[in-house]
């Protein structure tokens, strides 16, 4: 059963939604080259505390840390470690934080210094994969009229769609129902009502879409090891159309 928010609780998760989005914007202005994902993570729980809230990922499913970062090949679920960022890398800073029992969810993909012009591509075409996600997620659509939308623009970019990972609702828990793929067919799948919050999170790869599980443990990379993007925002379905909650 997908659950439904009134408009009381979708506030609180909108309360810890724009505390997350301040939080990732204070992570982006420090990406550059020669900091390790470690101090990135070190500088979340920081924010994380100062805020007065409670990180969503520490402790999940044994995770360690309060910052997913992934780098490069990594598509999802990077561990924080002494890696150090150089030149030209990409990376995707994945955090939430528990707002009055209320979860947030959000992931950006950021640049580290200049980087390769089809790289930057790959990452503005999942950013604006996103916004049309996000377009679709209205009152009388599908989950598959927002899969298809993601698919249909990543992969008429020249690029390809990760299908085995996917976003998911989130709300009392981090993972709520229903899954939210990556790629669908219109007008296919559950529709979607008001009270529905849904984390949207494309992710694309400029190579083989196939994934494998990293040398870390909890990360999934590209199987051949080409470049990925991603990028996460919580979404509430209202009478007015979708509300962002993760900014």
């Avoid at 910052?67 to 561990?79: A, P």
């Avoid at 890398?89 to 580290?112: E, H, K, Q, R």
């Amino acid at each position: 059963m997908i659950p439904i928010k009134n408009s009381q609780e979708i506030e609180l998760m909108a309360k810890s939604g724009r505390i997350i989005a301040k939080i990732m914007r204070e992570l982006e202005n420090k990406i550059e080259p020669g900091i390790t994902t470690k101090e990135i993570n070190e500088l979340a729980e920081k924010l994380i505390f100062d805020y007065g809230v409670k990180p969503a990922f520490k402790g999940y499913n044994g995770f360690p840390f309060a910052l997913c970062t992934s780098v490069n090949e990594q598509i999802v679920h990077g561990v924080p470690s002494e890696r150090k960022l150089i030149e030209g890398d990409i990376i995707s800073l994945d955090c939430g934080v528990i707002y009055n029992g209320f979860y947030s969810d959000m992931a950006i993909t950021v640049p580290v210094g200049s980087i390769d012009p089809e790289i930057n591509r790959l990452i503005r075409v999942t950013k604006k994969a996103l916004k049309r996600a996000i377009s679709r997620t209205k009152q009388g659509k599908t989950l598959g009229d927002i899969g298809h939308a993601v698919q249909n623009y990543i992969e008429g970019q020249g690029f390809k769609t990760i299908k085995e990972l996917c976003g998911h609702g989130v709300g009392k828990d981090l993972h709520e129902k229903p899954d939210v793929l990556n790629f669908g067919k219109r007008h296919k799948g559950i529709e979607l009502k008001v009270g529905m919050v849904l984390a949207l999170e494309p992710m694309a790869v400029m190579g083989n879409p196939g994934i494998k599980k990293g040398s870390d443990g909890f990360s999934f990379q590209t199987i051949d090891n080409s470049i990925s993007a991603h990028f996460e925002h919580a979404v509430a379905i209202t009478g007015k159309g979708p509300k962002i909650l993760t900014k």
